[in-house]
């Protein structure tokens, strides 16, 4: 027998599949599941900015595209706000990295070498990986090794050496100035707009000059995708996608 | 896909990889073999009625509704190749954000790439690994990193297939334009570039997303001073190395 459910009920059982043991059972810093979900996540995110692309990376080396910039900016507006009104109501903490100058000023400048040669960060390896560039392949393997040659012939010598130069400890700005951190954000809000709206202009200026007086010969032109105007293949009419799903079906029994 | 191959032979091949597939997921008495085998449907058709097929089986057998969400959101936000730069940049930083309330720690890649090479060493020479005590900071056991890096490459993979983006190419093409089109010149000095990376990832205690993002948004110097040596350092790389082809590229 068939037993007829109100609404109320249906939407009942629905909301219980999306109890919160779901969540609770991936939490933690030790989930895998939690790990691959954020991975997930984060590979979608990369692959539809553009960043694990080698030609948007090194073009912002070359200065000829700031596409880098005008995604990062908004990634550090939208985070800083949202972990500090979290971090502010009690939800979770905050990890702060340890700070030690010098080290940290080589590390960077060898890390922008690297990256303006190889095109990827560590992160982006990974997605340019998942998305077809195979050159991906020897640049995780050389971050493999450039690890475990630092574990094998410089950690032990430099532990208590060159890797305590101007050693601050896990501090962030406000608790160094002691002053509340809203006015720091504010600040940082402030000059990261104005940071997106300059290189927005730039960007604006370089086209620009590009198409009236043909200078920055056309880089940047040829990254962009050549979208056919008008008829775009996600904005079909139902009929169109009716007959596209049979159509599908049919290949996919024949 | 592309091989040239009978349609009954295709039938008969397909039919003993499931029968396969069954029998493993019998015998180890759990059904993800089977459901790593559907995914691959997804691989072979990159359309929307495949998704979300996918998403319902993925619900029904964890008996949970969130694939079902997550896969119509992917259905309706992921068939553009590319999103503006300021949504696109909001929903990078919802997912850091993600991440500290989810796995209460900051999303850090380079982590995953060091344990990697802890563990081949463990599994190479495994005594000589037992002494070198960077190896106790990052033990040589599969953790959260590692299965990120996965995700990653799973996620872009799934996001550049289904909008039509996935092309394999060994040179990139503005690396062919400025250094030739050698693929073995690439790929040696990508791997030179990626051990001067990790080298230096190593040394600062972090990449990008571990050091510099999560840095800069807790308002730590560490990321800002990353960020300011990391940006001259590319620069200045990428006026010495690309020489003379940088800015004015001669047009055929």
């Not at chain 2, 995914?39 to 996918?54: D, E, H, Q, Y």
């Not at chain 2, 990449?207 to 590319?234: E, K």
Request: glycine share 10%.
């Amino acid at each position: 027998m068939i037993e007829l459910i109100t609404y109320k009920e249906l939407l009942g059982r629905l909301v219980q599949t999306f109890d919160s043991g779901t969540i609770e059972a991936v939490k933690g810093p030790t989930s895998l599941y939690g790990g691959l979900i954020l991975g997930l996540l984060f590979g979608i995110v990369l692959q539809k900015s553009r960043l694990c692309k080698y030609d948007i990376v090194s073009s912002l080396f070359r200065l000829q595209d700031f596409t880098v910039f005008r995604v990062g900016t908004p990634v550090l507006m939208a985070s800083v706000v949202l972990i500090f009104i979290f971090k502010d109501a009690g939800i979770f903490e905050l990890h702060v990295p340890k700070t030690v100058i010098i080290p940290q000023i080589i590390g960077g400048l060898l890390f922008g070498a690297g990256i303006a040669i190889m095109g990827y960060c560590p992160g982006t390896a990974a997605g340019a990986l998942g998305e077809g560039s195979l050159d991906a392949i020897p640049s995780i393997l050389g971050m493999i090794s450039g690890a475990v040659l630092y574990a094998e012939f410089f950690h032990d010598s430099w532990e208590n050496t060159f890797l305590k130069w101007g050693e601050i400890g896990g501090k962030t700005f406000f608790e160094i100035l002691r002053i509340n951190h809203w006015y720091l954000i504010v600040l940082f809000l402030l000059m990261l707009t104005m940071f997106l709206i300059a290189t927005t202009m730039f960007d604006l200026v370089i086209v620009f000059l590009r198409k009236t007086f043909n200078l920055f010969m056309d880089m940047t032109d040829a990254l962009e995708e050549k979208i056919p105007p008008a008829t775009k293949p996600y904005a079909v009419s139902t009929i169109e996608t009716v007959k596209k799903f049979k159509q599908n079906l049919r290949d996919l029994f024949k | 896909m592309n091989m040239p191959m009978q349609p009954s032979a295709r039938l008969a091949l397909g039919a003993i990889a499931v029968a396969a597939v069954a029998v493993l997921s019998i015998s180890i008495k759990s059904g993800w073999p089977l459901m790593v085998l559907l995914s691959m449907m997804l691989v072979a058709r990159p359309k929307w009625w495949s998704v979300l097929i996918l998403g319902f089986a993925y619900t029904v057998f964890l008996n949970s509704g969130w694939p079902l969400l997550g896969s119509l959101f992917f259905i309706a936000t992921c068939k553009p190749k590319r999103w503006w730069p300021i949504p696109a940049g909001i929903a990078f930083g919802l997912v850091e954000v993600l991440s500290f309330y989810l796995s209460d720690r900051p999303l850090g890649i380079t982590r995953g790439y060091t344990a990697m090479g802890s563990m081949a060493e463990a599994l190479i020479y495994p005594d000589h690994a037992n002494k070198i005590s960077y190896w106790g900071v990052y033990e040589p056991v599969i953790d959260w990193t590692m299965a990120l890096i996965l995700g990653t490459t799973i996620g872009s993979f799934l996001s550049s297939r289904y909008s039509g983006d996935f092309k394999l190419n060994t040179v990139p093409y503005l690396w062919s334009f400025s250094k030739g089109k050698s693929t073995a010149r690439r790929w040696l000095w990508a791997f030179a570039a990626g051990i001067m990376m990790g080298f230096a990832a190593r040394i600062a205690g972090g990449c990008v997303s571990g050091l510099l993002i999560s840095g800069v948004i807790q308002l730590a110097p560490a990321g800002f001073i990353f960020m300011m040596s990391l940006w001259a350092g590319g620069v200045v790389t990428t006026f010495l190395f690309y020489r003379t082809r940088v800015l004015a590229v001669r047009k055929d």
